[in-house]
C-alpha cells in the first residue's frame, strides 16, 4: 500500500475543483489521510519543485504556486502513485485524455489544476514538506476506512 501527496493548485481552488477531485479519489477506494487548504511560502515551493530547479519556467512555477491557497491532500491505496497519474492526465492539455482531471478540466500547461507525485521518493519528500507526520497517523483510525474499501 502507497501514500501520495495530492494538491489542486491555485487555478484548481478559485475555479471550485476541490469537491470534484475528491470525488473521484474516493470513488476510486482510495483513502484519504489528511487534508488542509493552505497558503505555499516561496521557501515551500522552491522545495517541492526543486527537481526543476533548472527549467526557464522555474520563476514563474514558484510565483503561480504561491499564487493563492492550494488544497493539500494526503491519499493512500494501492499502487496509488501511479495510478493517479493516470487519473491526473498528462502536463499539457493537449495531449491530456479526456476522463482524465487535466482532460477535463485544465486547458494551460503552467496552470493545470492539481499536482500528483510522480514517485515514491517525491511523494515521501512532499508529504513531509506539506504536512506534520504525526497529523496524518491520527486519520488512521481502526475503523478507517470502511471495511469495503478495506477489501479492495
Ligand atoms: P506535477 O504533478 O504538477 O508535478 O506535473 P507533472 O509531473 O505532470 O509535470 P512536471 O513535474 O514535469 O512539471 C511540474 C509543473 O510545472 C507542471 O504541472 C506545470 O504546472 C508546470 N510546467 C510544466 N511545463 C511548464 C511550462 O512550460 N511553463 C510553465 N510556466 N509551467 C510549466
Ligand atoms: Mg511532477
Not at 13 to 34: D, S
Not at 70 to 91: H, L
Not at 107 to 133: Q, T, W, Y
Request: proline share 5%.
Amino acid at each position: 500500500i502507497q501514500r501520495t501527496f495530492i494538491m489542486v493548485k491555485p487555478d484548481g481552488v478559485k475555479r471550485g475543483l476541490i469537491g470534484e477531485i475528491i470525488n473521484r479519489f474516493e470513488q476510486k477506494g482510495f483513502t484519504l489521510l489528511n487534508a488542509e487548504l493552505m497558503n505555499v511560502d516561496r521557501q515551500k515551493a522552491e522545495y517541492h519543485y526543486m527537481e526543476l530547479k533548472e527549467k526557464p519556467f522555474f520563476e514563474e512555477l514558484v510565483d503561480f504556486i504561491t499564487s493563492g491557497p492550494v488544497f493539500a491532500m494526503v491519499w493512500e491505496g494501492e499502487s496509488i502513485i501511479e495510478v493517479s497519474r493516470i487519473m491526473i492526465g498528462k502536463t499539457s492539455p493537449l495531449e491530456a485524455m479526456p476522463g482524465t482531471i487535466r482532460g477535463d478540466f485544465a486547458f494551460s500547461k503552467a496552470e493545470n489544476v492539481i499536482h500528483g507525485s510522480d514517485s515514491l521518493l517525491s511523494a515521501e519528500r512532499e508529504i513531509a514538506n506539506f504536512f506534520d507526520p504525526l497529523s496524518i497517523c491520527s486519520a488512521r483510525d481502526k475503523d478507517y476506512p470502511f471495511d469495503e474499501r478495506k477489501s479492495v
